[in-house]
């Protein structure tokens, strides 16, 4: 009967705290998985992204502006 044996894989190494919960990376600090989520996961909050294409703007108004250019309605 083995009462304990490593077990690889299933533990966090030792001051790995916290997990992406996007990719699953391990980091040590709330900061370093905050500065690793804006880094490698970075989203834009209040940003205008089009449903089109996919790009993203800086405001609304250039969104509206990109879609009057490049996705005008053709008849
Ligand atoms: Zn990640
Ligand atoms: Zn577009």
């Known amino acids: 009967m083995r009462l304990s044996h490593p077990v690889h894989g299933s533990l966090l190494p ?4 916290y997990t992406c919960d996007v990719c699953g990376k391990l980091l040590s600090t709330k900061l370093t998985l905050k ?3 804006e880094q490698q996961h ?3 909050l209040n940003k205008a992204v089009c449903a089109l294409c ?3 703007f800086r405001t609304l108004n250039s969104l509206n502006n990109h879609k009057s250019i490049y996705h005008r309605r053709q008849k």
Do not use: E, L
Request: glycine letters at 8%; hydrophobic letters at 25%; aromatic letters at 8%.
């Open 54 to 56: 996919h790009k993203v």
């Open 14 to 17: 030792p001051g790995v705290c």
């Open 42 to 44: 970075f989203q834009p």
């Open 35 to 37: 500065r690793h989520k």
